[in-house]
């Protein structure tokens, strides 16, 4: 039989495993192997997963499992990506009642993130629903290897999220992730239409940080999602089988400068010594939210600046307040 989740449409005789090592052909039948189990749950602020736009200064209940449909050798995450790791029991249901029990730490949801959380899509779908029907929101971590169909199936439950655009060419995503560019980049255009979407970068020094394909992003993004999409530049430092000196400052420097030229917001990720996670309004350039570490000042009125007026962040009533 072949999976259709991803687009690897993995063929799996009886008894076989995806790459992803959590969907397994059983007698005829496609089965996630890890339905109702986690292997790290936490809560995290938001802005750790990146999301800066999106209930700014919230934390939410972050839930991961085990596999992944990519085999990036830079993961930051393997030993739950792309390793075996004890794991533990738990429902769609008690998902969200952890989720409501944290109202009083400003939590506003539940996170799907830590591993590739769509290699689980079932468990993720069925604990949206959950998460959904008590009244809190939903958000997505996700390197954006999914197919059309079931992503749309899927969209409707989800508020926010963001997608890792690993590099900005084919060759990048054959070499170094084993997977492919265009499928990302459908991700990104559908979850546009109907969430709020932020994207991360993570630059890797000779890999994915030229100035011609960084600019190539940043047109993408502007031209096809907007430019007030939010685009994460983050520092890389040697991980897993790729062992490579740290991104230089200056390269994220000069990528910040280069995206700005047609975004709105741009971010420095995992160099906080280059104080560029502040977000500064776009029209009236008020100081609006101010952040050292994952300690956050904000000044937004309902998600708008203060001082003009214009729209910065999604940040409607929140229901764990």
Not at 208 to 233: Q, R, S, Y
Request: hydrophobic share 35%.
């Amino acid at each position: 039989m072949r999976c259709t989740l991803c687009p690897r449409y993995c063929r799996l005789k009886p008894g076989a495993t995806g790459v992803c090592r959590a969907r397994r052909n059983v007698d005829g039948k496609l089965v996630y192997l890890y339905y109702g189990r986690f292997s790290s749950i936490a809560l995290d602020p938001i802005e750790k997963k990146p999301l800066y736009h999106f209930f700014p200064g919230s934390t939410i209940l972050s839930l991961g499992a085990i596999g992944c449909n990519l085999a990036c050798k830079f993961c930051q995450n393997w030993e739950i990506a792309q390793s075996e790791t004890p794991t533990r029991e738990i429902t769609p249901e008690t998902v969200a009642e952890l989720a409501l029990e944290r109202r009083t730490d400003d939590c506003i949801g539940v996170a799907y993130t830590y591993n590739e959380p769509l290699v689980g899509y079932e468990f993720v779908l069925d604990t949206a629903r959950a998460v959904q029907d008590a009244g809190l929101q939903n958000v997505l971590v996700t390197n954006g290897e999914i197919n059309p169909e079931p992503l749309g199936e899927l969209l409707p439950y989800i508020d926010a999220l963001n997608i890792d655009v690993k590099g900005f060419t084919e060759e990048y995503y054959r070499e170094l992730c084993g997977g492919r560019l265009a499928p990302v980049l459908e991700t990104a255009r559908l979850a546009k239409r109907q969430s709020h979407v932020e994207l991360t970068t993570l630059l890797i020094p000779g890999k994915n940080d030229a100035p011609e394909e960084l600019k190539a992003l940043v047109d993408w993004v502007a031209d096809e999602l907007g430019e007030d999409t939010p685009l994460h530049f983050s520092r890389y430092f040697p991980q897993y089988r790729l062992n490579l000196p740290a991104t230089p400052l200056e390269t994220l420097e000069m990528a910040r400068e280069i995206a700005l030229r047609r975004l709105k917001f741009v971010y420095i990720g995992n160099a906080w010594e280059l104080g560029e996670a502040d977000t500064r309004c776009p029209e009236c350039g008020k100081l609006v939210i101010e952040r050292r570490g994952y300690q956050v000042e904000s000044q937004l009125v309902d998600g708008h600046c203060p001082e003009c007026g214009a729209r910065i962040a999604e940040a409607g009533e929140q229901p764990c307040q």
